[in-house]
């Protein structure tokens, strides 16, 4: 596609719930990065994909939280057991090699209610 | 660890006049990247401007400029003869290079509002 996208744009789920949200990256692009945004906030890092293994997860909060990118392409950020202050938006950016910044997608708004 | 701070929660300018977002940031590295990106209420990370540490020239990109002060660890953001489609919020960003990842590192962000 021309630009990153994820979907969904929105979701709202029950405390205690698990939820999955997708990355699609910009075609080629071969470094994926998840970032979490709490309102009012600056985005703050989770993960890093450098094809398809996970580089650097120094971000990631706890163990609910996980992230997969199979093929090296379309990531999915999986959050088992929501709680409410998992509540943000969750943004999803890729770059190539020799890319001076990083793509970002519309994001997914998550509310756990 | 790297920090960007950014003091001003919020700016109100008049339509077509300049306007300068402060950004400061804290690092132990000789090389770094420093990025500007604007987030309009779609919510979007949109790309701005970036200067590298080793860049003698202060980076400009049509209306957009930075004004680097390494010293002083600054990178203001110029952006001059503002339109009302610059209402939005802006984020000043550090990249933080590790095994490869090229993590950013943002500020809290300034929310621009731009008057007509």
């Known amino acids: 596609g021309a630009g990153v996208s994820q979907t969904p744009s929105n979701k709202v789920t029950e405390k205690g719930k698990y939820v999955e949200l997708r990355c699609d990256p910009i075609?080629?692009?071969?470094?994926l990065y998840w970032y979490r945004q709490s309102l009012g906030q600056g985005p703050e890092f989770l993960i890093y994909f450098q094809g398809t293994g996970a580089a650097d997860d120094s971000g990631l909060p706890n163990d609910r939280f996980f992230a997969v990118r199979p093929e090296g392409s379309v990531s999915t950020l999986k959050i088992q057991r929501t709680e409410r202050g998992d509540s943000a938006v969750y943004l999803c950016a890729s770059t190539n090699q020799g890319d001076t910044e990083a793509f970002f997608g519309q994001g997914t708004r998550l509310t756990v209610v | 660890a790297q920090k960007i701070t950014q003091t001003q929660p919020g700016m109100f300018v008049q339509e077509k006049e300049a306007v300068t977002l402060d950004c400061t940031y804290d690092t132990s590295d000789q090389s770094y990247g420093l990025f500007w990106y604007k987030q309009p209420s779609s919510g979007e990370m949109i790309f701005l401007i970036y200067?590298?540490?080793?860049?003698?020239q202060n980076a400009t990109e049509g209306r957009y400029s930075l004004n680097f002060q390494k010293a002083r660890k600054s990178a203001n953001l110029v952006i001059s003869a503002s339109q009302l489609g610059d209402s939005a919020m802006y984020f000043c960003?550090?990249?933080?290079?590790?095994?490869?990842?090229?993590?950013?590192?943002f500020g809290q962000g300034t929310r621009l509002t731009i008057n007509p």
């Open positions: 200067q590298g540490s080793y860049d003698e």
């Open positions: 960003a550090m990249r933080e290079e590790f095994q490869g990842a090229q993590k950013l590192v």
């Open positions: 075609s080629g692009h071969t470094a």
